[in-house]
């Protein structure tokens, strides 16, 4: 499949199997030991284990065009915390493109990957207005995250975010069991991205697992040593029972070789609005809208 970059105003597309052009060196004027360009005040901010966002009008909230989205604001903290000015950052599962928009406006080098078309599409539309005087670039890449190491050199990545699909806990008819109100436009609806039976989200979770870590077990020779690798990931209810993806993720992918260093919670409930009684008064649920999980995996130095 070819790849569509964006330089500037201009669509270009390079043959497939071919190293991008793409820089990932740093290019501030920080020390060599550090991890980032972030000031002492802000790096403390981030060492609070609870993080939460808003939403910006840039943001894409309308689940019509991409079902999973998270905001811009979330990409960008986690951007600014692992890495420089620069350097490069990787989206396995680009999806709508907002780690690309966060990367744009924090002036590091990006690209992303995405099966489907429509959601390149979607990325080069958001990232058509660069910003004056930037010399980095975000690029979109139509193919599978099983292909990534194709496009990039051993030990150029600084930083992996994403927010992968969910095995095939998305697969299925909506009932709106969560929310006050039931009846609106989510109820029955399936918001998978696809029926592409290499599409991650309608596999079952052994099966998710495993081609998971097949994926991060080919990205890892990509990241630099100490490289971080941030994976957005909630837990669902499945038939009354729970399934714990982002556990099944952690022991995946520490038998690949990475290593967890941190697990972040995302808080959602200032962006979660009208949410109904769920389980009452026999069956306490934890409602899984309200908070997801940030792994934060590393390539350990050699």
Known sequence: ????????????????????????????????NHLCCLTAKEWLKNQIG????????????????????FPISLARRVIDQFTHEGELVL????????????????????????????????CNTRLIEKPLFSATRQMVVCDDAK?????????STKLVFTSPPYANLLNRKRKNKSRRERKNEQLGKVEQYS??????????????????????????????PKAHCIINVPDMWWENERITIHVSLIEELRSRGFELRNTIIWDRTNI?????IFGWPSNYI?????????????????
């Open 91 to 122: 989206d396995p599962f680009v999806g709508s493109g907002t780690t690309l928009v966060a990367a744009q406006d924090a002036n590091r080098n990006a690209v992303g990957f995405d099966l489907l078309s429509q959601y390149v599409d979607l």
């Open 272 to 276: 979660v609005n009208r949410i109904g």
């Open 147 to 155: 292909n990534i190491r194709r496009y990039l050199p051993d030990e």
């Open 50 to 69: 609870v993080w939460q966002f808003n939403y910006e009008k840039r943001d894409i909230r309308d689940k019509s065009i991409h079902p999973a989205t």
């Open 195 to 224: 029926q592409d039976p290499r599409d991650l989200g309608t596999m079952e979770l052994d099966v998710y697992t495993k081609n998971m870590g097949d994926i991060f077990e080919d990205i890892l020779p990509l990241l630099k």
């Open 1 to 32: 499949m070819p790849v569509t970059e964006i330089a500037a105003d201009m669509t270009t597309e390079t043959p497939a199997n071919s190293l991008l052009d793409i820089d990932f060196e740093k290019t501030c004027g920080c020390k060599a």
């Open 286 to 302: 934890t409602m899984g809208v309200t908070f997801e999980y940030l792994l934060d995996f590393w390539k350990p130095p050699e």
